[in-house]
Antibody, heavy 118, light 108 residues
Framework: EVQVLESGGNLVQPGGSLRLSCVASGFTFSSYAMSWVRQAPGKGLELASAISGSGTSTYYRESVKGRFTISRDNSKNTVYLQMNSLRAEDTATYYC???????????WGQGTLVTVSS | EIVLTQSPGTLSLSPGERATLSCRASQSVSSNNLAWYQQKPGQAPRLLIYGASSRATGIPDRFSGSGSGTDFTLTISRLEPEDFAVYYCQQYSTSARTFGGGTKVEIK
């Protein structure tokens, strides 16, 4: 059974930093791309960042480029999202999701809440 | 970036009725790289359909997807009480994967 578990969400002041972690199990972790999808309160879903199985290829949405860094440690079955220079508009639940070979977001964690506020 | 527009925004139906949800793309979605997700309050999204028409593991056959190019449809043949939720379409035709704004299916 595939399991995905996020952690690291918290209340942080504007301009602050936070690192999210996502541990996955139940599949060959290094074979799958991983992603962070976020959802602002009462809003829809948007892809924040993604990383290939090897870690050599990454994607960032325009609004987080230069501020967020995605990385992974395949020996620990873990993907990270380092978030710097946080803004109020980054407030959201951040979901970690596997990216299936077909390309869809296949398995999701329960999410971790990031609140950026003074 | 491919923009996905879902309609209607809200669908008010009774259990047992048929639900038809639309997703229109601003440009052609290649290889039918389109998925549908269901999200209930306080829960993570769940994959329902991928490849425009393939049901994910464990998804009941009352859920079906169709369409190609720029127009896609999710149909729920007979609504069960647990089907009232928000539904999102999503394209993975490009690395900039995008979601539609969602359709809420509510009890009439």
């Amino acid at each position: 059974e595939v399991q995905v578990l996020e952690s690291g969400g918290n209340l942080v002041q504007p301009g602050g930093s936070l690192r999210l972690s996502c541990v996955a199990s139940g599949f060959t972790f290094s074979s799958y791309a991983m992603s962070w999808v976020r959802q602002a309160p009462g809003k829809g879903l948007e892809l924040a960042s993604a990383i290939s199985g090897s870690g050599t290829s990454t994607y960032y949405r325009e609004s987080v480029k230069g501020r967020f860094t995605i990385s992974r440690d395949n020996s620990k079955n873990t993907v990270y999202l380092q978030m710097n220079s946080l803004r109020a508009e980054d407030t959201a639940t951040y979901y970690c999701a596997t990216i299936a070979p077909s390309g869809d977001f296949h398995d999701w964690g329960q999410g971790t809440l990031v609140t950026v506020s003074s | 970036e491919i923009v996905l527009t879902q309609s209607p925004g809200t669908l008010s139906l009774s259990p047992g009725e048929r639900a038809t949800l639309s997703c229109r793309a601003s440009q052609s979605v290649s290889s039918n790289n389109l998925a549908w997700y269901q999200q209930k309050p306080g829960q993570a999204p769940r994959l329902l359909i991928y490849g425009a028409s393939s049901r994910a593991t464990g998804i009941p056959d009352r859920f079906s997807g169709s369409g190609s190019g720029t127009d896609f449809t999710l149909t729920i043949s007979r609504l069960e009480p647990e089907d009232f939720a928000v539904y999102y379409c999503q394209q993975y035709s490009t690395s900039a994967r995008t979601f539609g704004g969602g359709t809420k299916v509510e009890i009439k």
